[in-house]
């Protein structure tokens, strides 16, 4: 009965993951976001309702691991890749909730975007009817509307914590290992998504002031993944203290993640050091502190 259900679970998890192959970030417009936020949402109520079964596996293979005499590490590295691809499906749906949000907040700059301009116009011209700039106001405050709806339904969803406390001295060497390799997945992949964001932003047509809102935005953002960095790395230098046999690469990549991070940093510091003719020149100090620090 748990063989059976155990490669029932595989041939559905390997599915899942085999989705979010094809996953990319969705296109800023309203009616593309709704249908990629309605199909994420189905995509996640269907992992979330193999968790129980998920957890019960896990919990049945370890009490077999105590009563079996023979296939113990096949069982053993079975559970495992059950654990580390769950945890893999998991960093992509985070991954997918962050690239809405984002889209979000790019489709609401250029509505406010939109608005300034149309201010601008009226200030200067006296083209265009009352009636039709009413219209033009009402359409882009339903799409806020629309915005927000999509907003509170990601943040009710619950998902589960990319920040986990390590016990070095606890943890199986090539658990550790494998664990680590997620989390620097998980922190290269943001990076890339952040690189991206900060690259396109160059190219928007935005004032001072939304540009200086955006940078800000990015920078709280990197604060809030400045302890998983740290983390990462104290747990590398672990690794490599403890004797573990590591990948080739392992120095090259972690010397890779240290730059884009730095290079990530400066970006964003000098995009929010841009907004001092918009506002006080201690806000951005702040701001540059702040990423400092």
């Not at 005499?69 to 059950?82: A, F, N, P, V």
């Not at 952040?194 to 709280?220: A, F, P, R, W």
């Not at 690794?239 to 573990?244: A, D, I, N, Q, V």
């Amino acid at each position: 009965g748990f063989v059976s259900k155990l490669d029932e679970f595989i041939c559905w998890l390997r599915d899942a993951l085999e989705t979010t192959d094809n996953w990319t970030p969705p296109r800023a417009d309203i009616d593309s976001l709704r249908l990629y936020l309605e199909t994420h949402l189905s995509f996640k109520l269907n992992v979330d309702s193999h968790s129980a079964l998920k957890d019960s596996l896990l919990e049945e293979g370890r009490q077999l691991l105590e009563l079996i005499t023979s296939h113990k590490s096949g069982l053993r590295d079975m559970l495992h890749m059950i654990s580390h691809q769950w945890q893999e499906l998991q960093r992509q749906i985070r991954r997918q909730h962050n690239w809405m949000l984002r889209t979000l907040d790019a489709i609401r700059t250029h509505i406010l975007s939109s608005e300034r301009d149309e201010e601008e116009r009226e200030t200067h011209s006296h083209h265009g009817s009352p009636k039709q700039v009413e219209l033009q106001q009402s359409h882009r405050e339903a799409q806020k509307d629309v915005l927000d709806q999509m907003r509170v339904k990601l943040r009710s969803q619950q998902y589960c914590s990319n920040s986990r406390s390590v016990d070095f001295n606890l943890m199986s060497k090539s658990n550790s290992l494998s664990e680590f390799e997620a989390e620097y997945q998980e922190l290269w992949d943001w990076l890339m998504d952040m690189e991206s964001i900060v690259t396109d932003s160059h190219d928007l047509m935005m004032s001072e002031e939304q540009q200086h809102h955006l940078y800000k935005g990015n920078s709280v953002e990197m604060s809030m993944w400045l302890p998983k960095k740290t983390q990462l790395l104290g747990w590398s230098e672990s690794l490599k203290r403890s004797g573990t046999e590591l990948p080739a690469d392992f120095d090259q990549r972690l010397t890779a993640l240290r730059s884009k991070w730095d290079q990530l940093e400066h970006h964003i510091s000098q995009g929010s050091l841009c907004g001092k003719k918009v506002l006080p020149e201690q806000s951005a100090l702040k701001v540059s502190a702040a990423l400092t620090q």
